[in-house]
């Protein structure tokens, strides 16, 4: 028996606006100082660069692994800045709280983000193999004309002589 998890097609424009938002509520107090603010932002233009160039693998790939170099960053930055009294003080400045909240979620969502970018390089035609997971480029088209590539078929089409011609 198996089980198909058919995931709902999540556009990459959607996953980019959704962190460029929440990286911008979240450096509103500038807690979380400057390799927060470097980071993210650096993250929101891989993506618009991923957005921008469709067919490049090089795009998707450079903004998954900046998507996984920013959790680390993300992790450390608000373990370094953070403090139990953002919080729990109730003085603590309310723009704090919701630039600690906001920096939260987006930790929170990088993964589920981190999926979707690894569907859309693998639609881009990718690959990409884990141990005990593979992931590879799966798609619906059919050439017209039997083989996809007509060469390919003629394993000494690259090393066939020249015709000779008689003289007359």
């Not at 795009?59 to 998954?64: D, G």
């Amino acid at each position: 028996m198996t089980f198909t998890l058919r995931v709902p097609a999540l556009s990459l424009r959607a996953i980019v606006l959704f962190h460029t938002f929440l990286s911008i509520w979240a450096v509103l107090d500038g807690y979380l100082g400057t390799a927060y603010f470097y980071a993210s932002f650096g993250l929101s233009m891989i993506g618009v660069w991923a957005l921008g160039d469709q067919t490049s693998l090089e795009a998707i790939t450079l903004y998954a692994i900046a998507l996984v170099f920013t959790m680390l960053n993300d992790c450390i930055t608000m373990g370094v800045y953070s403090t139990k009294d953002i919080v729990f003080n109730d003085y603590a400045p309310n723009a704090r709280k919701f630039s600690f909240a906001m920096a939260l979620i987006s930790l929170l969502f990088k993964p589920i983000s981190l999926f979707f970018a690894l569907r859309e390089f693998n639609r881009r035609g990718g690959s990409l193999t884990v141990p005990g997971i593979t992931v590879s480029s799966t798609t619906n088209y059919e050439p017209i004309g039997g083989s996809p590539d007509p060469v390919s078929q003629d394993p000494n089409a690259n090393n066939a002589t020249p015709p000779k011609y008689d003289s007359v």
